[in-house]
């Protein structure tokens, strides 16, 4: 295992670990807010759809909510890449019904084993964790519909292989749509050879015109970006974005 994923697996095994099956509101441990101020996930999820499966937003890790930026419909397949502690994949379940499926795939055994417990805490039977990397998902070609992130492509070393297995996984005409992490203003050397700033979810982040350009190398067509929200790095030069990203499979 290489030190990023080293680095990544450990910070959020010990993040699992700080999260009950039904998170306080006050926790907020977060992708981003772990490290600084919130960068566009707080207010994103309704209270409906929480209370549907019995969670609070508090329990995501995220920089948004990708569930937003597509309506699923009944009986269709969903990914969730780096689903962490189930939020994305529950509430996918929820909007796909008995007939559809939901799967999330984490590296991480506490966060598999939180999700499978919220998954059991909300009555949910639609919906898989499995354990993989985001760059070897283990699902077959041409599998699901709709592929979803969360604050997790940023994590990877190589986020071209990401966005290729997301194509592999993809049905022609599916679709990519998730909430990442870009650099918008290049971030300080030194900062981006620190290992808990990458685990944090901004040394890994691309500039825009890079990840587009990951997409289109893969077959995507259409890549869109639309960032939300900005940080800057304190006493650094630069700046990262969430961005909510879409892209379809021809």
């Known amino acids: ?31 981003c807010q772990a490290d600084g101020p919130d960068c566009g996930c707080s207010g994103s999820y309704s209270v409906e759809d929480l209370e549907s499966i019995g ?16 309506q699923l419909e009944a009986g269709q397949v969903v990914l969730d890449l780096g689903s962490g502690a189930g939020l994305d994949v529950l ?47 283990p699902l077959p070609d041409a599998s699901v519909d709709v592929v979803i992130s969360n604050c997790v492509i940023n994590l990877a070393e190589d986020k071209g292989a990401v ?47 890079q990840y587009r350009a990951a997409l289109l190398d893969a077959g995507f067509t259409t890549p869109d970006f639309n960032v939300h929200a900005t940080q800057s790095i304190p006493g650094m030069a630069g700046q990262v974005g969430s961005a909510y990203i879409t892209a379809g499979k021809p």
């Open 163 to 209: 966005i290729k297995e997301a194509f592999r996984v993809l049905r022609p005409g599916g679709l990519f749509a998730v909430a990442d992490m870009v650099e918008l203003d290049p971030l300080d050397e030194r900062l981006k050879k620190q290992l808990d700033s990458w685990a944090g979810c901004i040394s890994g982040t691309i500039p825009i015109d």
């Open 55 to 70: 969670l609070s937003e508090s329990v995501s890790l995220g920089c948004g909510n990708p569930t937003m930026l597509v």
């Open 91 to 137: 509430l996918s379940a929820k909007r796909v019904g008995p007939g559809g499926h939901a799967y999330g795939v984490d590296m991480t055994d506490e966060m598999l084993a939180l999700a499978n417990a919220n998954r059991e805490k909300a009555d949910i039977h639609n919906a898989t964790f499995l354990k993989g990397t985001i760059e070897n998902v």
């Open 1 to 31: 295992m290489s030190e990023v994923r080293e680095a990544v697996r450990s910070r959020y095994a010990g993040i699992a670990k700080q999260i009950t099956v039904i998170p306080a509101e006050d926790q907020a441990v977060g992708c």
